[in-house]
Nanobody
């Protein structure tokens, strides 16, 4: 009912930058929050950044000051600008959103397939 398509991952050197994008499509009536999670090998998935429909943001401590989350509500798209990348940022990054589709009375969470970010030293 809602599909999330991520793009922008890749290989970058330490100190470099990447911009991730995630576009939501489908019979979307409304999107509440949108967020990015990441999962490194052997570790649990963790929240990186979240943005509400009103634009309020919150970040995981290790990315504060380096990552910026933003969204374009007209395009149902969320972005993650990642600067000053470190090897420990290497992970698969997942986009997620809480959305309500036409004909539904409640919000539910949707997830993208993930995009690999590798920071080489």
């Amino acid at each position: 009912q809602v599909q999330l398509l991520e793009s922008g991952g890749g290989l970058v050197q330490v100190g470099g930058s990447l911009r991730l994008s995630c576009a939501a499509s489908g019979s979307i009536f409304s999107i509440n929050y949108m967020a990015w999670y990441r999962q490194a090998p052997g570790k649990q998935r963790e929240l990186v950044a979240v943005i509400t429909s009103g634009g309020s943001t919150n970040y995981e401590d290790s990315v504060k000051g380096r990552f910026t989350i933003s969204r374009d509500n007209a395009k149902n798209t969320v972005y993650l600008q990642m600067n000053s990348l470190k090897p420990e940022d290497t992970a698969v990054y997942y986009c997620t959103c809480s959305a309500k589709v036409y004909g539904s009375i409640r919000f539910r969470d949707y997830w993208g397939q993930g995009t690999q970010v590798t920071v080489s030293s």
